[in-house]
């Protein structure tokens, strides 16, 4: 059910700018508006990376974020309870317990039909490699969603004399000496962000560091506040410049698509009550098991397409599967299209469905989308740029603008047809 906290007072409700590259869509960015930010509304799927992706931030100057220099915290955090995996890449003992769903027979038979197209069965695409089609693994235990908050800091605030969590709190800027962060700037009382401008500003001072934490668009949306910035931008909207930095440029997104399907039997995550749903909910409430103790996103998996042309073996497509039609369910919320259609969609896929979610993992050159039609996988490339966060005004209870830009490099915006990818090979499957 983690769908319903998305737009809710638990989710911050970020909206993109219209983009013309997609007839003026507006995106839809779910981030968390609580302890644990946004992993407490997400799907709890656990995925660390693949190793390039740290190797890569250590080559261009993050000593110390090579994979060999961060696979240490991640054993250390961790208490795998998924059997086999390699000890090499998992701990045991750790705060944050990692678990595989009780799978239902859609997606049994989904990663069979892969594996007999010829993909390779990962047992562990948190280990030595990520290429293959995998059983998810979830951070979850004993039916409980496995947040920041819980694992890391809810231990310590009771015994932390020295711990002060400030909750319903809005941090409005950093302080800073010259160029080093002394302190932060704030007001609290409230969830709701019109409530908390009225309140009282607050000010805590520090003798050694300040840590920023705030998700990928709060971070550079309270440095650019902070006169941390691009200086031309940060002075036209009037915020002495402390640092004339690209803070809120190269932002990149995993674009995704819900492709839904009818099914003939009930999808037993399905959200529609039927018996088998409300059996479930019982044995769920009575001893926090089933189906409903886990999460929905149960397979996944991962290729290297070879479209970007980087002789880069890094996985650049995902693909999600789960039963049930909450993705028809996300896309009528959030409202992506002004379609009727999709607005209904729900309706038209009627009480049992599949879903399966192709999604982008490296945008940086070029993105492509997989569409499912039936039995097929058709790849079609586009060309993309990354997007910006900027400030619309220095008012710090005003959003920033977020400007995705997703297609806006007109070259390669391909035709719909298939282009041949000797790596990706088209799979059915039949329930």
């Not at 290429?131 to 819980?150: K, L, M, P």
Request: with cysteine; charged share 20%; aromatic share 10%.
């Amino acid at each position: 059910m983690y769908g319903k906290l998305q737009l809710s007072d638990l989710d911050w409700k970020f909206k993109t700018e219209k983009n013309p590259h997609q007839n003026n869509r507006v995106g839809f960015w779910p981030r968390g508006k609580a302890l644990g930010g946004s992993s407490s509304i997400n799907a709890m799927i656990y995925v660390r990376g693949d190793r390039e992706n740290f190797d890569s931030w250590e080559r261009d100057g993050c000593t110390g974020w090579g994979y060999q220099g961060v696979l240490p915290y991640f054993k250390k955090s961790e208490n795998c309870e998924v059997p086999g995996l390699d000890p090499e890449y998992h701990g045991k003992g750790g705060p944050l317990t990692i678990r595989s769903p009780e799978c239902n027979p859609y997606t049994h038979h989904w990663v069979q039909a892969a594996t007999k197209a010829g993909w390779t069965f990962n047992q562990d695409y948190n280990g030595a490699s990520m290429h293959g089609v995998s059983i998810a693994q979830s951070n979850i235990s004993d039916g409980i969603r496995q947040n920041t908050s819980r694992v890391f800091l809810g231990r310590h605030r009771a015994t932390r004399k020295t711990l002060t969590v400030a909750t319903g709190a809005h941090v409005t800027r950093v302080i800073f000496q010259g160029t080093t962060a002394i302190g932060v700037e704030f007001k609290r009382g409230s969830a709701d962000l019109a409530a908390v401008s009225k309140g009282k500003t607050e000010m805590v001072h520090c003798s050694r560091e300040v840590i920023l934490s705030a998700g990928a668009i709060n971070t550079p949306w309270l440095l650019l506040l902070s006169g941390v910035g691009p200086k031309r931008e940060l002075e036209a909207m009037g915020v002495p410049v402390v640092a004339d930095l690209p803070v809120g440029k190269n932002l990149q997104d995993h674009l995704l698509l819900f492709q839904c399907f009818k099914t003939k039997e009930s999808g037993p995550l399905s959200p529609h009550m039927d018996l088998y749903a409300v059996g479930q909910l019982f044995r769920y409430l009575l001893t926090k098991g089933g189906l409903l103790a886990h999460g929905h996103l149960q397979g996944t998996a991962f290729a290297t397409t070879g479209l970007r042309g980087d002789g880069s073996t890094a996985p650049d497509l995902q693909i999600h599967f789960y039963p049930g039609s909450l993705g028809a369910e996300a896309v009528e919320q959030a409202n992506f299209v002004d379609d009727s259609f999709f607005k209904d969609l729900e309706k038209h896929l009627g009480p049992h469905a599949i879903c399966i979610v192709p999604t982008l993992l490296r945008p940086k050159r070029y993105w492509f989308v997989v569409v499912v039609v039936v039995v097929l996988l058709l790849i079609l490339p586009f060309f993309s740029s990354v997007g910006e966060i900027v400030l619309k005004s220095r008012n710090p209870f005003e959003y920033p603008a977020i400007h995705s830009n997703y297609l806006s490099d007109p070259e390669g915006v391909s035709p719909c047809h298939p282009r041949p990818v000797s790596t990706i090979t088209p799979f059915s499957f039949t329930v």
